[in-house]
């Protein structure tokens, strides 16, 4: 079945380093891949999608690139703030019931 | 617009004890999904409603019932609660199902049963 693997955390950054967190996945057919958001005590937020191989998904300084050749979508930022700290999951969709299929999610502390 | 709702936000039930947890959305979205949120583990679906009127089991519903009020209001009850269903509870929507639409996802319920 489908599934998401993606690196485990904690991940620990000083402010303005470059980010990458790995996510990989195995899926049928074409799904939909997603990076979500998780500040603390708070529910989740979408960050960035991509629907189709090759397409780059962006927000707030954040992207990551769908690689079918890889099975990959990996997040990255060139410069992280302290206000990124977060738990960040990476997530897929596909097939009739667009059920989402998440990581384990990864804790990001940036430190100043 | 509020988005997505949920009630209670905390909750402590001592283990026999039932109680429903409460969603609710305003995007006029078909389709609705529970989830609970364990350490480790990421977010695993409970169940999901596609369209008003249907609902249908994911990955973890046992312990669980769901009742689909009207296109707004999708609600999850335990009847009778166990230290294993310690979690938080998430809702989510989206505009439907059978394709690839963002979910949005209500604030969370925190649950610890005793």
């Known amino acids: 079945g489908n599934s998401v693997t993606q690196m485990e955390g904690p991940v620990t950054l000083s402010e303005e380093a470059f980010l990458t967190i790995n996510c990989t996945y195995t899926?049928?057919?074409?799904?939909?891949l997603f990076w979500y958001v998780q500040y603390p005590g708070e529910g989740l937020q979408l960050l960035l999608k991509?629907?189709?191989?090759?397409d780059k998904g962006s927000n707030k300084g954040f992207e990551a690139t769908y690689r079918k050749e890889t099975t990959s979508f990996h997040l990255e930022k060139g410069s992280v703030q302290v206000s990124d700290s977060a738990v960040y999951f990476c997530?897929?969709?596909?097939?009739?019931?667009?059920?989402?299929?998440f990581g384990t999610g990864t804790l990001l502390a940036v430190q100043p | 617009n509020a988005g997505v709702t949920q009630t209670p936000k905390f909750q402590v039930l001592k283990t026999g004890q039932s109680m429903t947890l409460q969603c609710a959305q305003d995007?006029?979205?078909?389709?609705m999904y529970w989830y609970r949120q364990d350490p480790g583990m990421g977010l695993r679906l409970i169940y999901y409603?596609?369209?008003?009127?249907?609902?249908d089991k994911g990955e973890v519903p046992n312990g669980y019932n769901v009742s689909r009020l009207n296109k707004r209001e999708f609600s999850l009850r335990l009847e009778s609660a166990a230290p294993s269903q310690t979690s938080v509870y998430f809702c989510?929507?989206?505009?439907?199902?059978?394709?690839?639409?963002?979910?949005?996802f209500g604030p969370g319920t925190r649950l610890t049963v005793l």
């Open positions: 409603s596609a369209s008003e009127g249907t609902t």
């Open positions: 997530a897929l969709t596909g097939g009739a019931t667009n059920k989402l299929i």
């Open positions: 989510a929507s989206s505009a439907r199902t059978g394709g690839k639409d963002t979910q949005y």
């Open positions: 899926a049928t057919g074409y799904p939909s």
């Open positions: 995007m006029n979205h078909n389709s």
């Open positions: 991509a629907t189709k191989a090759d």
